[in-house]
Each structure stands twice: as structure tokens, then as C-alpha cells.
């Protein structure tokens, strides 16, 4: 019996190093990532951390760049405000809510999210859970067209949970920023 209470000590022990040094790696990859930027001329204006601290998205409004990074991918890459052609939310692979360069956001965002899913989806019976929540991003770029933005996913979470309304208030963020590079782009496109 002491052996087995032993055992789960241990185990939990080796839990909680591997997740502290989980977010060690995490901090070291965003502290690296943020002397990159700022090395090339980078001034973080707006952050926006994501899923757990494991992503970012970064916008420098003096100079009209952004990026999105995880630490799963390589330093991130740098783009202007007006290389984004679009963007959406989708829930469970559902499109919820759009907006489009020289466009305001349509569907989710007018009536909330949760209200766009239940509008869309006509007679189909509406889920009381969440299994993914994405913000994507599309872009004027032929070698990543494409950003997605996780915020929920491979879990099912109830949609009255304050995890999923973080999730839809993130995405609400996410857009709205969005929305506002967009904008300050044809500004300064126009004015050119």
C-alpha cells in the first residue's frame, strides 16, 4: 500500500515539473520571439495570447505589420495590414461570422456568435456544446493563403461554460483587430 501512494506521489511530482517546464519553454520561445521582432523594428502595439499562452497575435500599428505565432512553428513571419483578404470565425466547422477586405463583418458578430449559429442553421437541432472554435484568416499570399487561429479544440465544452465564452470573446477580440488593420489599410491605400 505505501508503495502505490509512493508511486502516485512520484507521478504527480513528474507531472508538475513537466508542465512547469512546459511553460518555461513556452516563455523562453515568446521572449525569443519578441527580441526578433522588436530586433527588426518590430513595436508591439497589441497582443493577444492565445490558447494557453502556446500562441500569439501581435500587431505594430506605427509600422502596419502583424504576426500570429505558436511554438510549434519556426520564428514567426512579418506582413503588412494589407496582405489580409478576409477572415472568419467557424464553430464546429461552421462558418459563423465573415468580413472581407473593403467589407464589415457579416453574421456572428451582428447578433453574437451564438445567435449566427442558431440563424444559419435553419431546422437543423441546435448542440449545447462547443468541439471547435477557429478564427481564420485569409491572405494575399500564394505560399500560406491561410491562418487558422485555434481557440477550442478536440474537446467538447458546454456552451454556457466560461471556457467557451472566453473562446467567443477572444474570437470577438481577434476580429476586431482585424477589422481594424483592414480598415487602417484601405486608409492608407487611399490616401496613396
Not at 68 to 89: A, H, Q, W
Request: hydrophobic letters at 40%; aromatic letters at 10%.
Amino acid at each position: 500500500m505505501l508503495w502505490v501512494i509512493l508511486v502516485i506521489a512520484i507521478l504527480i511530482i513528474f507531472y508538475f515539473l513537466i508542465i512547469k517546464s512546459k511553460k518555461n519553454e513556452q516563455l523562453g520561445y515568446r521572449q525569443n520571439v519578441f527580441e526578433e521582432l522588436e530586433r527588426v523594428g518590430f513595436i508591439t502595439d497589441k497582443e493577444i495570447p492565445l490558447h494557453f499562452g502556446d500562441s500569439y497575435l501581435v500587431v505594430d500599428d506605427h509600422n502596419k505589420r502583424w504576426s500570429y505565432f505558436n511554438v510549434k512553428e519556426p520564428m514567426p513571419v512579418l506582413r503588412s495590414f494589407d496582405c489580409i483578404t478576409g477572415y472568419e470565425i467557424y464553430e464546429d466547422g461552421n462558418s459563423v461570422a465573415k468580413g472581407k477586405a473593403g467589407q464589415a463583418l457579416v453574421g456572428g458578430l451582428l447578433f453574437g456568435v451564438a445567435g449566427a449559429v442558431v440563424a444559419g442553421s435553419g431546422s437543423k437541432k441546435q448542440k449545447n456544446t462547443c468541439t471547435s472554435l477557429q478564427v481564420r484568416i485569409t491572405l494575399n499570399d500564394l505560399h500560406r493563403p491561410e491562418i487558422v487561429i485555434p481557440l477550442l479544440e478536440n474537446t467538447e465544452i458546454p456552451k454556457d461554460s466560461p471556457g467557451y465564452r472566453g473562446g467567443i470573446e477572444t474570437a470577438k477580440e481577434i476580429v476586431a483587430v482585424l477589422s481594424y488593420m483592414v480598415n487602417n489599410s484601405e486608409r492608407i491605400n487611399s490616401q496613396n
